[in-house]
């Protein structure tokens, strides 16, 4: 597969310049996907191997690796996250941090591959009525993302000192983790894949699914903000939105493009707001109210020795003895580890003056994880005068669920010999030394805005069902109010997936566009 800046010879990429020099007017194709992150990239490339006119667009840049990723914190978070990585609610309890950009998020996350559990899949039928979607129907297509994106298990020896921590503790109470499978090749360690990896080392659709669509004939317009989906007698003839130079904050002017279909892949965050904005509803009126996040809260345990978690692969290990959700699809947390470079561990670290610079004085010696709740609330997504706006409440069980998971993890923290643990409550420091400490987790509380909640994998806010009245999208994808018009990212998913999402999300994309080429034969 070429790497991006290869196909700028191609006449098949459209940006800014195109647009002010007069190359980028009359625009229309086939199909025209909007967002080009997992999901709308495994749906550009599907279509163009199978000689389809597609046109995928993105609000974001596309970017040069070797040129834009200059791995430093200021400069990236700007360029990789809409609203720099910091979109909160409207009450300030959840930070939600999705890319923007060519590539979406599969740019900036930490390449953690799992496919969705069986007991996940089984349930979305069972309770939902979602066919096609079975384990073994979805084996096949697990296999393609999984040959695609060069997804291996992590060697043993990539494990860094943050992770093995992590992994120390875990063993040290007797309980389960593993190491995980990426999709990086022949990793440099750098450890700065968070910010976008400059060596083509991580396998991001940046540089394997979109440069194989281009190459196989399809189109990608960046720079291009859709503001909706235009439609006219029950069916789509297109989008419209406006051009746009992300890397100099410009807007250029209006675009109209026509399409027979168009297939929304705006992330979680962005698409139930392009069918709210575009005024296309459903029978359910579930659009933009079912947002799952997969709830997370940091815990930082302080170690006697330097633990450099700069150092290797940011995330190697995770403990899953205490995911439910492999058994029957319902509730449970995993634990991941974090690292968090000077900046990001500052804006989250306790306090302010001498309070802040003695935590961050322990940078070096600061070791990360957090638990990660399979989550039952459901958030709401809406616009107001042109802002995009939700908010987020844990109900009463993934309350407790994220409770226990703090304490867990705090557990393996002090199980693995660190002097001090930081739980994230937000009013005040508050720090273990001792198991008998953690009663104060369930004293406190983590509900209302106790516990400052961070997530990076908004999904669930278009669910598919096999009924209208209970999903906005069918099990194909289409949806259910507007023919020719198709969700092909973790919207579209009944419930959150409870592991990282990308390979749930690319595989998603897939199964839209093989269902989608059926529908035109």
């Not at 698409?271 to 809260?297: E, Y």
């Not at 995770?318 to 509730?331: K, L, M, P, R």
């Not at 004293?443 to 069902?465: E, F, K, T, W, Y």
């Amino acid at each position: 597969t070429p790497l991006p800046e290869q196909l700028l010879a191609t006449d098949r990429i459209l940006g800014p310049d195109d647009f002010v020099a007069g190359r980028a007017e009359n625009l229309a194709a086939d199909v025209v996907v909007v967002g080009t992150g997992a999901g709308g990239s495994a749906v550009f490339r599907e279509l163009a191997l199978a000689g389809v006119d597609v046109l995928a667009v993105e609000a974001g840049e596309f970017h040069l690796p070797h040129r834009d990723f200059n791995q430093r914190e200021e400069a990236m978070m700007h360029r990789l996250f809409w609203d720099n990585g910091a979109r909160t609610d409207k009450d300030l309890t959840v930070t939600i941090s999705h890319g923007k950009g060519v590539g979406g998020s599969t740019v900036h996350n930490i390449c953690l591959s799992e496919q969705t559990p069986d007991a996940i899949l089984d349930r979305w039928h069972q309770s939902f009525g979602v066919s096609g979607w079975s384990p073994q129907r979805l084996a096949p297509v697990f296999d393609r993302v999984r040959t695609n994106l060069r997804i291996a298990p992590i060697s043993a020896g990539a494990v860094n000192r943050n992770n093995a921590l992590l992994r120390q503790g875990t063993e040290a109470l007797g309980w389960s983790g593993r190491i995980y499978d990426h999709n990086r090749f022949a990793c440099l360690q750098c450890g700065y894949c968070f910010l976008g990896c400059a060596y083509n080392r991580k396998q991001s659709a940046l540089i394997t699914y979109v440069p194989s669509a281009i190459q196989a004939g399809g189109r990608l317009a960046w720079g291009l903000e859709v503001s909706r989906v235009n439609h006219r007698n029950g069916r789509t003839v297109g989008i419209a939105g406006t051009w746009t130079d992300p890397t100099r904050g410009r807007r250029l002017g209006p675009v109209t493009i026509k399409a027979n279909h168009v297939v929304l892949a705006a992330s979680a965050m962005m698409t139930p707001v392009l069918l709210l904005r575009s005024g296309i509803t459903d029978t359910s009126g579930l659009t933009g109210q079912t947002l799952r996040v997969h709830p997370a809260a940091p815990v930082a345990g302080v170690f006697p020795e330097p633990v450099d978690g700069w150092s290797g692969l940011p995330q190697s290990y995770i403990v899953n003895e205490f995911a439910d959700f492999y058994d029957d699809g319902i509730g449970g947390h995993v634990i991941i580890p974090l690292f968090g470079h000077p900046g990001l561990t500052g804006a989250m670290m306790p306090g302010v003056g001498p309070g802040l610079h003695s935590w961050m004085s322990n940078y070096r010696h600061i070791a990360a994880a957090t638990p990660m709740v399979h989550d039952e609330s459901k958030g709401r997504i809406w616009e107001n005068r042109g802002r995009l706006r939700f908010e987020y409440q844990l109900n009463k069980r993934d309350q407790q669920e994220l409770a226990r998971g703090l304490r867990n993890t705090a557990e393996i923290f002090l199980a693995a010999g660190a002097s001090q643990v930081l739980l994230p409550f937000s009013r005040r420091p508050i720090v273990a030394r001792t198991s008998s400490d953690l009663d104060q987790i369930d004293r406190i509380g983590v509900g209302g805005d106790n516990v400052l909640l961070s997530s990076v994998h908004p999904q669930g806010s278009v669910p598919m069902a096999a009924d209208p009245a209970n999903g906005v999208v069918d099990s194909r994808g289409h949806h259910f109010g507007l023919q020719n018009l198709w969700v092909a990212d973790g919207s579209l998913f009944p419930t959150s997936v409870g592991v990282p999402p990308q390979m749930s999300i690319y595989a998603a994309g897939t199964v839209v566009a093989r269902e989608l080429l059926r529908s035109k034969t």
